[in-house]
């Protein structure tokens, strides 16, 4: 039996060296969720609601890859795969993810160009948004019941607010939003599953 995301993330926090490369990974993910954010942006309109959530996933970035020091870890200046725990998958979680979910709205929805960019967008950023809801959640639990100096709340108050506003968007964008946003999730799922497994 696969072990689970908790038991995962216990032996990887166990030892500081691995928990490390695990905060620098995560710094990683952050890191193209934020420039995915940036990506995607229209050329003139955007909100500040996006300048808030990509300044946010930026953050995260900065502050997971800052508290390497915590654990008195040197030597990860970089993103490179030896820094990283299952870098390919990690590296291809979130450009997968991408792909398919852009086929699913296309076939949906028919649209394309920018619309087609944008809606998938959406749905891509809400699956990401559910997921951080489930992750850093059971991260926190850990790190609080090992009294680790790393702590990570900061990081679910936002990714709680991200949700939020995913799901007010998609609102706007289509009313029958949440059968499509639960094909969005189906395939995360998969790409999450296989990460956790590499790590
Ligand atoms: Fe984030
Ligand atoms: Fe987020």
Redesign the pocket.
């Known amino acids: 039996m696969s072990e689970t995301l908790a038991e995962k993330l216990s032996n990887i926090v166990r030892d500081p060296y691995t928990h490390a490369k695990f905060l620098n990974t995560l710094a990683f993910m ?1 890191n193209a ?1 934020a420039r995915k954010i940036s990506k995607f942006e229209h050329k003139t309109n955007v909100s500040l609601l996006i300048l808030k959530h990509a300044a ?2 930026h953050r ?1 970035a900065y502050y997971l890859k800052k508290q390497i020091g915590k654990l008195g870890q040197l030597g990860f200046e970089s993103f490179e795969d030896r820094y990283l725990i299952a870098p390919k998958e990690s590296r291809y979680y979130l450009d997968l993810l991408d792909v398919h979910v852009c086929k699913y709205v296309k076939t949906h929805f028919g649209l394309s160009g920018y619309a087609l960019k944008w809606a998938a967008y959406l749905f891509v950023t809400y699956a990401i948004e559910v997921r ?1 809801d489930e992750l850093y959640p059971i991260y926190q639990n850990i790190l609080q019941t090992t009294a680790s100096k790393i702590q990570v709340k900061s ?1 679910i108050v ?2 709680e607010g ?1 949700l939020e506003e995913m799901i007010s968007q998609l609102q706007s964008f289509a009313p029958d939003w949440e059968i499509h946003a639960q094909a969005a999730i189906q395939l995360e799922s998969a790409l999450f599953a296989h990460w956790v497994n590499a790590l």
């Open positions: 952050e969720g946010e996933e995260h951080a990081i936002e990714e991200h």
